[in-house]
């Protein structure tokens, strides 16, 4: 580590990323240095990475420059991975852009991930594995979390019979994915669906339908190392992504239970971080619906006043080493 360089805190998100800034102001508040960058730059020639390796007795030793900062990959205190974008180098034709585009990926992530003593908030490798939702059901049953009966399928006959068997049945996207229909983007919303509506075409891909739960709120359960901050988010919809201006929060406290199987259920995952939504039953139970890796929640800041943004710079700077991948 070059001793007269203090340790920076590498942030790796979009342009426009106003969550990303609230962490950046809290760092920025305790004097940390921080180099913010975002892969797709590299496409215009505005992000330079060198890596060297096995020239001394570090792993890895070089630096990475932005227009305005350049830090030595030694000095990397640890790695806020937000919402990066990878370039896709528009301006050459399919072959090359494809092939730029994969070196991009191996190449500047690959450096990235040999960056040791320094904590990543969160991996994306880590983030990768924890995003598969049948992996996050069957891995929250065993954490003891209750979820609502759920099947993922391909088969028309098996939903059928699933929502024929629990009357009122969501079904929800496997993973969000961009989606455009002349044109136009467009985005998929957990809804209610009916027995008549499944039809041969769901054989093309698996399927995920949920019972409905009856409850009387939504909850957004935020963890930030160790530290819980759960909102209560209160709407007459469904799926309450649909309109943020119909909803009210309140800060709640969780059962401690509750708070300290969502802190394993992070754990098995290995991240440091993760949004949980869940569904605050008319029975007073809380039913788990899904995680998160890295979920908004700058929202919920501005709606309630919790530090959630200084709980990420505390984080941050603390750089704990992080276990490789």
């Given amino acids: 580590m070059a001793a007269t360089e203090p ?33 797709a730059d590299m496409a215009g020639g505005e992000l330079t990475v060198t890596a060297r390796f ?7 030793t070089g630096w990475l420059r932005t227009p305005s900062r ?30 730029a585009a994969a070196q991009t990926r191996f190449g500047l992530g690959g450096v990235l ?7 990543w908030l969160n991996h994306p490798l880590r983030n990768l594995a924890a995003d598969y939702k049948p992996h996050q ?23 059928r019979e699933f929502i024929e068997a629990h009357g009122q049945v969501v079904y929800k996207t496997l993973r969000w994915t961009p989606y455009e ?16 509506e499944v039809d041969e075409s769901i054989r093309a891909a698996p399927h995920l339908f949920q019972a409905r739960v009856d409850k009387q709120a939504d909850v957004r359960v935020l963890v930030v190392g160790r530290r819980v901050f759960a909102v209560r988010i209160d709407s007459d919809l469904l799926d309450w992504r649909r309109d943020y201006s119909a909803l009210s929060y309140r800060v709640i406290d969780l059962p401690v239970t509750l708070s300290e ?3 394993a259920y992070l754990e098995h995952f290995g991240l440091p971080s ?34 959630m943004a200084g709980a990420f710079a505390d984080l941050l700077v603390q750089g704990e080493r992080d276990d490789p991948v």
């Fill in 7 to 39: 340790r920076h805190v590498l942030v790796a998100t979009e342009a426009a990323d106003v969550t990303a800034d609230m962490v950046i102001d809290r760092l920025n508040q305790r004097g940390v240095p921080v180099v913010r960058f975002d892969p």
């Fill in 113 to 119: 991930h040999a960056l040791q003593g320094c904590l």
């Fill in 137 to 159: 059901l069957a891995a929250a049953r065993r954490m003891g979390l209750t979820i609502a009966p759920t099947v993922v399928t391909n088969d028309p006959d098996v939903a």
């Fill in 70 to 99: 350049r830090v030595a990959l030694e000095n990397a205190r640890s790695v806020y991975w937000r919402r990066p974008v990878w370039p896709a180098y528009e301006h050459l034709d399919d072959a090359d852009a494809r092939f």
């Fill in 261 to 263: 199987a969502l802190l």
């Fill in 54 to 60: 096995g020239a001394g007795d570090a792993p890895v």
């Fill in 274 to 307: 993760g949004s949980f939504d869940m569904a605050l039953g008319r029975d007073g139970a809380f039913h788990w619906l899904e995680l998160n890796p890295n979920g908004q929640w700058g929202f919920l800041e501005e709606g309630t006043g919790l530090d």
């Fill in 181 to 196: 229909r002349d044109g136009t983007a467009m985005t998929s919303w957990a809804d209610l669906v009916s027995a008549d």
